[in-house]
């Protein structure tokens, strides 16, 4: 989508300036492709008040989460075998998974 003109002077001399680029416009954090003077908006995000990059959001959620997500994923993927083996001999199941 083209830029608008608030744009274009946020950016004022990156114009020129090829690649990628991020400003600050108000409380809207846009990115911006510039390329060969021309210029096009990519992203525009708008999150007041939330900073997610301390401690607390890159330490503590993933060390509890973590855990709790791959117990229950390792739930389920054994009550998936259950269901689909339990009708299975033994000697049918140490021949699909046994070692030898």
């Known amino acids: ?3 608008g003109p608030e744009i274009r002077a ?3 001399d990156a114009i020129q300036t090829n690649g990628t680029h991020t400003i600050h ?6 990115q911006v492709v510039a390329f060969s003077g021309r210029i096009a908006t ?3 995000t708008v999150i007041p008040n939330a900073d997610k990059s301390g401690l607390l959001y890159k330490v503590v959620f993933p060390m509890i989460t973590s855990p709790i997500l791959g117990f229950v994923g390792g739930f389920i993927i054994m009550a998936i075998l259950y269901v689909f083996l339990r009708s ?3 000697l049918t ?3 699909v998974f046994g070692r030898g």
């Open 10 to 12: 946020a950016l004022g």
């Open 42 to 44: 990519v992203e525009t």
């Open 1 to 3: 989508m083209p830029a």
């Open 93 to 95: 199941v140490a021949r």
């Open 88 to 90: 299975w001999r033994p």
């Open 25 to 30: 416009v108000g409380t809207n954090k846009i």
